[in-house]
Each structure stands twice: as C-alpha cells, then as structure tokens.
C-alpha cells in the first residue's frame, strides 16, 4: 500500500485536583478555546471540549503516531498554566494526576458528541464519581475503588 490511513477516536476525561468546582461557566469557554489550540498545534483534531465545574472532557480525532501519555501530561500542564497566569481561581489550580481515555468507532461519535455536549444538563442527574465509575465499567477498564478518587 502506498499510503497509511487511519481513523482513530479518543475520548478523554480528567478532573480538577480534589474534583473542587472552580472551573466557572464564564470562564470555560474560553479554557476549552484554550485546550483547542493545543490540541491543534500537536497536529491533532479536536472534535469537542466540554465540561463542568469540577472535570471536563475532550473527544479528539488523532493521528496514530500520537503518545497518548504526553499529549495529555502537556494539555493539563499547559492549561494549568493558563488558568494560574490569568488568576481565574483563587490559590494555585492543579489538575487532578492521572485521566481516562477511552477509544471510539466512528459510529459512535455522534453519540459521545451529544453526551459531552450536554454535559451540564447531564450532571443535573449524576456526579463525576457515578460517571467515571460507568464509564470504567462500561469499558470493562480494571481498577480499584480506593485509587478511584
């Protein structure tokens, strides 16, 4: 074959440190603009940001020479640092260490897009903890519950 082709979804989800609600509505748009342009300039697509006052979530179509690891280690560095340099919280903001990935078909991009879109409306009927726990599940993603949280 003469090129390489590839189509390859990433669903990523982390939480500020301590899962504190300081990510305000006000401000997010402009954090998930942000996180866009990083995403872009690591020659990546990103599809939709979004999020709520304690974790945020990201779907992004990438390349397949892409390091998972690194490329979200500089994402939260990077928008840590920005939210830090604009004072947009009181105190120093961290990212919560770690974050979960999961990976999608194609079919199942309009489904996770709506999902991340209503994140609010979502998050009326369920918290973080409930969601990340369905989705590990959901994913049949090993892990322990005392290094859950």
Request: aromatic content about 16%.
């Amino acid at each position: 074959m003469a090129n390489s082709y590839s189509q390859i979804y990433l669903h990523f989800i982390f939480s500020v440190k301590n899962r504190e609600p300081v990510l305000k509505k006000e401000w997010r748009i402009d954090l998930f603009k942000y996180i866009s342009g990083i995403i872009i300039h690591k020659n990546q697509k990103p599809l939709i940001i979004n999020g709520v006052e304690d974790h945020i979530h990201l779907l992004v179509s990438i390349k397949p020479d892409l390091n998972i690891a690194s490329f979200i280690r500089d994402i939260k560095s990077s928008s840590s640092k920005y939210i830090n340099e604009k004072k947009l919280v009181q105190g120093k903001f961290f990212w919560q260490g770690g974050y979960a990935v999961f990976s999608h078909s194609n079919s199942q991009i309009g489904a996770i897009y709506k999902y991340i879109l209503n994140q609010e409306i979502h998050h009326k009927k369920k918290s973080f903890k409930e969601e990340y726990r369905e989705f590990l599940d959901f994913h049949k993603v090993n892990y322990k519950q005392e290094y859950l949280f």
